[in-house]
């Protein structure tokens, strides 16, 4: 089962923008690269999903470079409320939509 | 439309005890999955049900099980609860059970076993 690695940390100030990069050495060449969120005592939160090159939606980018060996959630100017948990979500195993969870990066945005 | 419902969402129990824990997914939605998280770690994967059926399992034992019923909603029972079993449990739904879908989460019920 293919594995994801990322930082355990990141700090950061109020209206930088922050990357979070993600190595899946062994994605398969149909699985699709997830993030979530997750904040204290709550359920994480679908960021952005993609495949290939560059994604973009009201809350997030995401970059995947041509051998798709690791991604990279862009957050643009951050603000306090974005101090969470930010999970890139490996391969899935088997047919069925099953999330495999990492210990995940932890972000604090500072004053 | 509301989320993801859990209930309940805190609860104590004692060693050996039994534990119900229900969710009620996003109205459409047909699937549901079940999660636990340790704290300071992600969640990890329980199981999977779709249209009533286990789609998929975890690496847990026995003394965990789970089942969906005809509104979609489910419950996840856990029998002779240990200490190790305290955590927060997560339910999410998703329209389907195919890989991509997205996964929506509920608040998660905060089990701790004295």
């Known amino acids: 089962l293919a594995k994801t690695t990322q930082p355990i940390s990141m700090d950061s100030y109020e209206g930088q923008e922050v990357n979070i990069t993600c190595s899946h050495n062994?994605?398969?060449?149909?699985?699709?690269i997830t993030w979530y969120q997750q904040f204290p005592s709550q359920g994480p939160r679908f960021i952005i999903q993609?495949?290939?090159t560059k994604v973009t939606n009201e809350v997030a980018s995401l970059f995947i470079p041509a051998d798709r060996k690791s991604s990279t959630l862009s957050l643009p100017r951050v603000s306090l409320s974005d101090t969470a948990v930010y999970y890139c979500?490996?391969?899935?195993?088997?047919?069925?939509?099953?999330?495999?969870f990492g210990a995940g990066t932890r972000l604090a945005v500072h004053p | 439309d509301a989320g993801v419902t859990q209930s309940p969402t805190h609860l104590i129990k004692t060693r050996g005890q039994h534990v119900t824990l229900r969710c009620s997914p996003i109205?459409?939605?047909?699937?549901v999955s079940w999660y636990q998280q340790v704290l300071g770690q992600g969640p990890q994967f329980i199981f999977q049900?779709?249209?009533?059926?286990?789609?998929g399992r975890g690496n847990f034992p026995d003394r965990f099980s789970a089942r969906q019923f005809p509104n979609y909603s489910s419950e996840l029972n856990v029998n002779a609860l240990l200490l190790g079993d305290s955590a927060l449990y997560l339910c999410?739904?998703?329209?389907?059970?195919?890989?991509?879908?997205?996964?929506?989460f509920g608040p998660g019920t905060r089990l701790t076993v004295l």
């Open positions: 999410a739904s998703s329209l389907t059970s195919g890989r991509g879908n997205e996964q929506f």
């Open positions: 062994n994605i398969a060449t149909n699985d699709y």
């Open positions: 993609g495949y290939k």
């Open positions: 979500l490996g391969p899935f195993s088997g047919g069925y939509n099953k999330l495999i």
């Open positions: 109205s459409g939605h047909k699937s």
């Open positions: 049900y779709y249209e009533k059926e286990e789609r």
